[in-house]
């Protein structure tokens, strides 16, 4: 569910008619609807209630401070996987005892950061990142708190490029190797074993690959406590689909209904990284139509977002729902839907059915919320858009739009090319 919707056939988000906001703020313009956000965030928390997880918003979903900040006021936890988001953590206000950071390559100075900061714990992702933090930490002479990443080698049924629990991929270590590391735990002087993690991957609308999962996690825990090695955390990950397109994902209720029983066993704290299911449908992209051309062949409308603002449909071929912000036309064309970038990727749909429009008329890409900003760039020299958040009838602008100072602000042209 998300407040975005047609009321007297014009496109709403809260309170606010979302043209309005095209036309106040220009566009390609994101619009994040507050409610929405925090109303996944709490469901999440009510259907796992009977056991008070720690939810860590997983920052790189949509790391805006403002957002990070609304979830924080609310609980939150934060998901981070660098030391840029360690610091938009803190400044979002976010309890170092609340942040949790995986990564497959932490570098030696992010490490020391985390470690200064105190989060909870890393997700460690291989032995010698293990072996790195126990050395960081003896140098600091501080103890580093961390959870194993286990590698559960299950199939999520997801894009490939987003599947993150199988052997073939590069993220976390194997129950094999993971059991050896616990059992030589004492090497690490400067380290403490907090828990588990697992994370399989993203937009998995199925509840089956998560029980599969931590089925076999559950199991090790308790092998491991037949060697009288107890943990404290099990952290299961992100990656709950949602509704892009005609998928029927878990709710809240049905996943907690069926992880719920094997998590409580374990009695260990639960620690969830949702980041894709609290933010994905609360935000659009609103974008503004330049051109219709035909061809022979087809029939483009031609918008001012582009690939660079929105990449999933380039990159993963994803499906965004697409809708006008004015009153439906009941005449429909079947059209791509392209950007202004230099590449025949540059687009958010191909042959897709759409209402009729024209030259001026706004259309909405739904479903822009998660890895939407988030994963945008500069390419083609394109300023990076403005970020509005709607509060029932109030808007706050929470991303100014990009000037052409901003994109060469960090360029410097050598002394030597000075001059005539
Ligand atoms: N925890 C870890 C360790 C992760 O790597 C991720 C996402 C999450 C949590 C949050 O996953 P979520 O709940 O959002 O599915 N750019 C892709 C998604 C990449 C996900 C990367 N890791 C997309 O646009 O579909």
């Known amino acids: 569910m998300h407040e975005f919707k047609y009321k007297n056939n014009q496109f709403y988000c809260e309170s606010v008619r979302v043209q309005k906001l095209a036309e106040r703020f220009g566009t390609p313009l994101y619009v994040y609807s507050y409610h929405t956000l925090i109303s996944h965030f709490l469901k999440l ?14 920052v790189k979903a949509n790391s805006n401070l403002a957002l990070l900040r609304a979830l924080v006021k609310k609980g939150a936890g934060l998901d981070i996987v ?56 003896r140098r600091l002479h501080k103890t580093a708190n961390v959870a194993i990443r286990i590698n559960p080698d299950v199939e999520p049924k997801t894009h490939k490029y987003i599947t993150t629990g199988k052997l073939t991929n590069k993220f976390g270590i194997d129950l094999r190797s993971a059991r050896q590391i616990l059992l030589m735990r004492g090497a690490f002087t400067n380290i403490r074993i ?29 092998n491991l406590k037949k060697e009288r090695l107890f943990l404290e955390y099990l952290n299961i990950g992100g990656g709950l689909g949602i509704i892009y397109d005609k998928e ?33 449908n609360s935000g659009i992209l609103a974008t503004k139509v330049l051109y219709v051309k035909n061809t022979s062949k087809k ?35 079947k059209v791509d839907i392209v950007g202004p970038i230099c590449e025949s990727g540059d687009f958010f749909a191909k042959d897709r059915l759409l209402p009729r429009v024209k030259e001026g008329d ?3 890409v739904m ?3 998660a890895y939407g900003f988030s994963m945008s760039s500069n390419y083609n020299s394109r300023r990076r858009v403005a970020e509005v958040m709607v509060v029932k009838d109030k808007v706050f602008v929470i991303r100014k739009r990009e000037s052409c100072e901003d994109l060469i602000r960090n360029e410097l042209v050598p002394s030597f090319l000075s001059g005539r």
């Open 45 to 58: 928390g009510q259907a796992f209630k009977k056991i008070n997880p720690l939810i860590c918003y997983s």
């Open 82 to 137: 660098s030391g840029g988001e360690l610091f938009r953590a803190l400044k979002a206000g976010c309890s170092p005892k609340k942040i949790v950071y995986a990564s497959v390559g932490k570098t030696e100075k992010e490490i020391e950061y985390a470690i200064r900061k105190g989060i909870l714990f890393f997700n460690v992702e291989s032995l010698p990142e293990l072996e790195s933090i126990n050395g960081i930490a």
């Open 194 to 222: 907090a828990g588990l993690h697992i994370h399989i991957g993203s937009q998995i609308t199925e509840s089956s690959p998560y029980v599969e999962a931590i089925r076999k996690v559950v199991a090790f825990i308790g």
């Open 248 to 280: 029927t994902p878990q709710t809240a209720k049905r996943f907690a209904r069926k992880v719920l029983p094997l998590l409580e066993k374990t009695k260990l704290k639960i620690i969830m990284e949702p980041g894709r299911f609290i933010a994905g």
């Open 299 to 333: 029939k483009f409308v031609i918008v001012d977002a582009a690939m660079n603002d929105l990449i999933r449909p380039a990159l993963y071929g994803a499906y965004h729902n697409i809708l006008t912000l004015e009153a439906e036309n009941k005449v429909k064309d």
């Open 362 to 364: 706004y259309i909405a």
């Open 367 to 369: 479903g822009a919320g």
